[in-house]
């Protein structure tokens, strides 16, 4: 009965794991599809109407009216003595006084409750976005603390029960302390289904507010901006705009109306009927006339009347004030209550993280020692590890709980992105998990193993959309990377997750026959964690009549499972006649039909010219390129000015927070020593590259690229400097 919730949880989390990126901005699209935006709409739409009926009955009126009797006439001689009587009037008449103030007074509340009402429909929008945010970071912390969770019971599932069982077997495990390894696997376990509630319950949620359907996703945190401990409340709050609206209304009447309790009017009346008596019996004649009148009407008192309105709207004003007075003074002690709450988080997080950093320090001390000495050190590396991943549980929570606060905080203040970001940025998931998969992996080998070489990590922590210190390489040799003995079981002195790779003529056609090796090594890589991309490289195609060429080859490699095709085809290179612009243009064309066929997501490389307008003939490259359908710019920006790289790359993710983005560097030897780092020693390029890691950081930024992988592999293994 155990065998189908476990093969439901493991298809929710292969789907998750292959799940699409959703950055939160692209939920905020979806905005105005909110059930409680929706509902502020309508109402604003009903006080509209009403407004205009209001509007509408002011001024003028038209009444009328036919009547008939029957009467007598004691002057008139039988047999005419008595008479049908009918008559029709219709008149006109106009509000003064009382009655026209009375017309303005229904206006103005309309208006009012119209003004109301938009105030809510912007606190709505505003409170739907921040709901959305909410959600999204629980489903974000949801999915953080089940992939902790599901490492760490892999250490279950790989052999640690065994273990401790024929320790304790042998004497040499306490039973005491048997049952509590057990028990806090159990827990574990308890815990992975309750983070899978949260989780869908947080998806649901996402789906009911963008009012779509909502799949599984690989959510992205976003920066958070710096709150200051000084940061000024925001006064536009719903409660105290709609609190001044009611006042200026009552103010607005108390100023306006002079005749509180008097109706009048001036009016216009015509009126038609036979003429009575009849002058003869054989024939009715008509008779018309009109009249104009003024009307009133007051109570006899009348003084009293207006002296009790008068005093009822001074004390309807009093307590208004008053009441915007008691709100204004809670919504600043909830600020403030949150504003403190939040600076607790943010100190508790710096604690969270040297306890973390303590953890992984004490696994790292277990397992040295386990190495060297017997008795209980595998209990107490066992012990390490359970309290890592509560320690790392922990920082999850914090750091979600912190992220809430913040968006609570923002109902009552604007951020500026210029204020500057959290000092506590994300440690990323893949460096969190680390210690449990090195714990996983050497109780798999059964044996006191070294540890692995460690590898050159250009960045330790960071977003979890950025970079983890892996990079991504251009490589235009295929045969001889796929050919290259031991390639995944080499430890590199940099570790590489994702190849583009590119295909000559003769490849493309043979995998297009008989995809069968292209897919096992698509396999393996994806085995070992490696993304591989289908790199397209010839500036030729980016001409209309050669672009048929590039559509074919999309076609003809669809069925292969590569994770994207990246475009490496750079209008500069091109060998033709066509002005800067026009070459601009037919990219921007062959993109576009490229994006059209493509079953891969699809990135370009770019030269860094083109993240401006002034420098690319007034086109925003960028914008085109994300509307044709690019996921990804490769920025190929070869200098060793960092100051320069950082502000032109950084400028571009600001202002397309939409667009990834990642920094091509080259080890090419054909490039002159201000453009590669092949003249530099290995020292150099390790350094610079952990800083553009370290700067770049931020949602949208997938990391680095280098030019290319046999280059790479040379620098690294033949470099003398």
């Excluded at 009346?269 to 008779?287: K, L, V």
């Excluded at 440690?427 to 998969?437: K, V």
Aim: proline fraction near 4%.
């Amino acid at each position: 009965m155990r065998v189908f919730p476990l093969l439901m949880l493991f298809l929710m989390l292969t789907a998750n794991a292959a799940a699409e990126v959703k950055t939160l901005t692209e939920f905020y699209t979806h905005l105005e599809q909110a059930a409680t935006v929706l509902k502020a709409k309508a109402d604003l739409e009903a006080q509209r109407s009403n407004l205009h009926v209001q509007e509408a009955q002011k001024g003028w009126e038209v009444f009328g009216g036919i009547s008939a009797g029957y009467q007598k006439s004691p002057f008139a001689r039988e047999p005419f003595g008595h008479f049908f009587d009918p008559i029709g009037r219709i008149g006109v008449r106009y509000p003064l006084l009382g009655s026209a103030e009375r017309q303005q007074r229904a206006i103005d509340d309309a208006a009012t409750q119209v003004k109301i009402e938009d105030v809510r429909l912007d606190w709505s929008k505003r409170l739907a976005r921040l709901f959305m945010e909410e959600n999204y970071a629980a489903y974000w912390s949801a999915l953080k603390m089940l992939a902790l969770t599901e490492a760490y019971l892999r250490l279950r599932d790989d052999g640690v029960i065994s273990i401790l069982h024929k320790r304790r077997e042998a004497g040499l495990l306490f039973t005491s302390d048997y049952l509590e390894f057990l028990s806090a696997f159990d827990r574990a376990e308890r815990s992975q289904i309750e983070f899978g509630n949260n989780r869908d319950q947080a998806l649901i949620r996402l789906g009911y507010l963008t009012n779509s359907e909502m799949r599984p996703f690989e959510p992205v945190k976003p920066v958070l901006y710096a709150i200051d401990s000084n940061a000024p409340i925001d006064i536009e709050q719903l409660d105290l705009k709609i609190l001044q609206a009611r006042i200026e209304n009552i103010q607005k009447t108390k100023e306006t109306e002079n005749w509180r309790g008097i109706d009048s009017d001036v009016n216009a009346t015509a009126f038609g009927g036979p003429a009575i008596p009849h002058p003869s019996p054989e024939s009715m004649q008509m008779g018309y006339g009109g009249a104009v009148g003024f009307n009133f009407r007051m109570p006899i008192e009348i003084m009293s009347v207006r002296k009790n309105e008068e005093s009822r709207l001074n004390s309807l004003l009093i307590s208004l004030r008053a009441d915007y007075t008691h709100r204004d003074q809670e919504l600043q002690h909830e600020f403030r209550a949150l504003l403190s709450s939040y600076q607790q988080l943010a100190q508790q997080i710096k604690f969270q993280h040297t306890r973390l950093e303590a953890a992984r320090e004490l696994i790292r001390e277990r397992h040295l020692r386990l190495k060297i000495l017997d008795g209980d050190v595998i209990e107490k590396y066992f012990q390490a590890v359970n309290t890592y991943y509560r320690i790392a549980i922990e920082n999850v929570e914090t750091e979600s709980e912190q992220w809430k606060l913040h968006i609570r905080l923002r109902q009552f203040i604007t951020l500026l992105e210029g204020k500057g970001r959290d000092i506590h940025p994300e440690i990323n998931l893949s460096h969190l998990t680390d210690p449990l998969h090195q714990a996983a992996a050497f109780l798999v080998s059964g044996e006191k193993t070294k540890a692995a070489p460690k590898r050159t990590s250009f960045s330790a922590t960071g977003n979890a959309a950025a970079s983890s210190g892996r990079v991504a390489v251009y490589v235009w040799n295929f045969d001889k990377l796929s050919t290259q003995p031991g390639l995944w079981e080499k430890n590199q002195t940099i570790e590489i997750d994702r190849f583009l790779i590119s295909l000559d003529q003769q490849q493309i056609a043979k995998f297009a026959a008989n995809p069968a090796l292209l897919k096992k090594f698509l396999t393996e890589a994806h085995r070992r964690g490696k993304k591989v991309e289908l790199l397209l490289g010839d500036p030729d195609w980016i001409l209309p009549e050669q672009r048929e060429k590039l559509l074919m080859i999309v076609k003809k490699l669809s069925n292969i499972n590569f994770d994207g095709l990246h475009l490496d085809i750079e209008p500069d290179q091109l060998e033709s006649d066509l002005p800067g612009k026009a070459r601009l243009e037919e990219l921007i064309e062959t993109v576009r039909q490229v994006s059209a066929v493509s079953p891969w997501p699809v990135g370009a490389s770019i030269h860094p010219r083109y993240l401006t307008k002034a420098a690319s003939f007034d086109i925003c490259v960028p914008c085109e390129l994300k509307a044709k359908g690019v996921k990804e710019i490769t920025v190929m920006y070869y200098a060793m000015n960092l100051t320069n790289i950082v502000t032109a790359l950084k400028s571009a993710m600001n202002q397309y927070p939409d667009l990834s983005f990642s920094l091509a560097q080259s080890l090419e030897s054909e490039l002159g020593p201000e453009n590669s780092y092949v003249h530099k020693p290995q020292s150099i390029f390790i350094h610079a590259m952990k800083q553009l890691q370290d700067q770049l950081r931020a949602p949208n930024f997938t990391g680095l690229v280098i030019q290319s992988w046999q280059d790479l592999v040379s620098y690294l293994h033949e470099n003398t400097l």
